[in-house]
């Protein structure tokens, strides 16, 4: 990743950066990769990468057709590639862990929180004295993180809504309360 920092006009590419919420928190921004063990350091394995990037994009690549399918029934967006990564056993054993491990090298910056997205899986939790805030994506998962005034920071899921109705507008998610979707912290 560090072929892509720099800066291009007005706009600056680094590995990591410290946040200031409104409230004055410190939040470490990073990408997660460099906690992967199986894109990154010793134990990489590019192998399984490929391999678990193909079936990714395979599942990606049906979402246009399954919703195509939905929306005829007056359904509203669904991801299977987001449901495959939720119920596999293994895949949610990774997160978990994953998770549990850029929290605790956040530690070492001494911030109150660390916010990545490399897994593409949206949440919001605490391990010890630090949040964890994954912002998913806006492709898969159709999620972003927004921080208020006051210096909270939210999960909104915003998902496409029947041809029926006429307003568009951004919801949090509670779906998956393994995940904390909706709870808003104070940092």
């Known amino acids: 990743m560090t072929s892509f920092c720099g800066s291009y006009g007005n706009i600056e ?4 950066a410290i946040h200031v919420t409104g409230s004055g928190e410190r939040i470490l921004i ?7 063990v199986v894109v990154s350091g010793s134990g990489r394995m590019k192998w399984l990468a490929f391999a678990g990037d ?9 979402n246009p057709l399954i919703n195509f399918v939905r929306r005829h ?10 449901y495959a990564k939720r119920t596999v056993k293994d895949a949610v054993s990774f997160i978990g862990k994953f998770e549990a491990a850029v929290a605790h090298y ?32 806006w492709v898969e998962s159709c999620t972003a993180l927004v921080e208020g005034d006051d210096g909270m920071i939210s999960l909104v899921n915003y998902h496409s809504l029947s041809a029926s109705e006429r307003a ?20």
């Open 13 to 16: 590419i680094k590995e990591n």
């Open 30 to 36: 990073i990408h997660g990769h460099e906690l992967d």
């Open 54 to 62: 193909v079936g990714y994009q395979f599942l990606l690549s049906l």
């Open 73 to 82: 029934f007056g359904l509203g967006y669904w991801s299977l590639s987001a």
């Open 106 to 137: 956040a530690e070492r910056y001494h911030v109150d929180a660390v916010l990545c997205g490399h897994i593409h899986s949206a949440a919001i939790r605490e391990f010890g004295r630090v949040a964890y805030y994954n912002c998913g994506d």
């Open 168 to 187: 568009v507008t951004p919801t949090i998610d509670s779906e998956r309360p393994e995940a904390n979707f909706g709870k808003q912290l104070k940092l």
